[in-house]
Nanobody, 115 residues
Framework: QVQFVESGGGLVHPGGSLRLSCAAS????????MRWYRQTPAKERELVAT????????YYAASVKGRFSISRDNAKSMLFLQMDSLKPEDTGVYYCMAVDFMNSWGQGTQVTVSS
């Protein structure tokens, strides 16, 4: 079945960086658009970034554009999110998901940005 395992979260100071990873399985990864979402204390689940199956084009929420970068390794069925210049408002649980399998979610990875 469709599965996602997110990793790479942690506690970081404002201005710091983290790289999130997502291992996907159960479908033809290279054919599917992938997304990162986050669940923050203040908001409902928020779309952070999208990437096409080929790796381009990409889309970013206005709040993260210029600071985050989404990428993928189709040979390994892996999705990544490089997060730089982190802010306290980036704190939340980050999830990856496949556009074609909207009902399947992993356990997420916690990102905490705090001094």
């Amino acid at each position: 079945q469709v599965q996602f395992v997110e990793s790479g979260g942690g506690l970081v100071h404002p201005g710091g960086s983290l790289r999130l990873s997502c291992a996907a399985s159960g479908f033809n990864f290279s054919l599917v658009r992938m997304r990162w979402y986050r669940q923050t204390p203040a908001k409902e689940r928020e779309l952070v970034a999208t990437i096409s199956g080929a790796g381009d084009p990409t889309y970013y929420a206005a709040s993260v554009k210029g600071r985050f970068s989404i990428s993928r390794d189709n040979a390994k069925s892996m999705l990544f999110l490089q997060m730089d210049s982190l802010k306290p408002e980036d704190t939340g649980v980050y999830y990856c998901m496949a556009v074609d399998f909207m009902n399947s979610w992993g356990q997420g990875t916690q990102v905490t940005v705090s001094s």
